[in-house]
Each structure stands twice: as C-alpha cells, then as structure tokens.
C-alpha cells in the first residue's frame, strides 16, 4: 500500500508531493476526507506513538493552551482526531513503513525508499 495523508492548502506538502513520484500513491487531504479512527490507531502501530504524529507547530496548540498542560497518549490521539490540523505532515505510508512530517531527513529517507 502506497498513501499520503496531506493538507492540500499547506505549501510544504504539495512542495514534497511535487517532488516525489507519487503516480501510484493513494493520496488524502486530511482537510476534507479526515482521517478515521481506524487510519490514526494504524498510523501509531506503525510510528509507535500518538505524540509522534502529534503537531506542536499546530496554531491551536498555543491558542487551545496545550502547551501549558502535559499530555498524554489518548490526548494526542483526541486531538488529533478533534482536529485534523494537530496531524503532523505529510505521512507517507510505502508498504507497512511509515515517514512523518517533512524533515529534510524523513523526506530524504522517502525518497531514496522509492527511487
């Protein structure tokens, strides 16, 4: 299975996209197909973690005052789930491996994985 999970107004991800061949990739833009439960708890089977898909640069992170309170595994898959802006991105998912948010080294790593 070959998916992206994406926010079709954020320039960074359609800058990755374009960058990549991503002809046979399913591709989601969280925005106006949220992602499911099912899809979240699948991503944290592969990530290990909510927290690591969790978004801190997120505008309602600070605005919601989350930055001022410890949270814990079910509040990042609340979150997360509440609003789809709290996903970090993109997630590229190639074959059960998975590659969070757009690090030049997470963005490196997908790229050598499909050339």
Not at 51 to 80: C, H, P, Q, V, W
Request: proline residues 1%; contains cysteine.
């Amino acid at each position: 299975m070959k998916k992206v999970y994406y926010l079709s107004t954020c320039s960074t991800c359609k800058r990755i996209m374009d960058d990549l061949n991503l002809s046979d990739f399913e591709k989601q833009d969280i925005k106006t197909n949220a992602i499911t439960a099912n899809q979240l708890d699948d991503m944290k089977e592969m990530s290990g973690t909510y927290e690591s898909l969790f978004s801190r640069k997120a505008m309602k992170f600070r605005s919601m005052g989350l930055n001022e309170i410890t949270l814990e595994e079910k509040d990042y898959r609340k979150y997360i789930l509440e609003e789809y802006t709290f996903l970090k991105r993109p997630v590229f998912i190639v074959d059960g491996q998975i590659f969070v948010g757009n690090s030049k080294k997470v963005v490196e790593e997908l790229a050598a994985l499909l050339n």
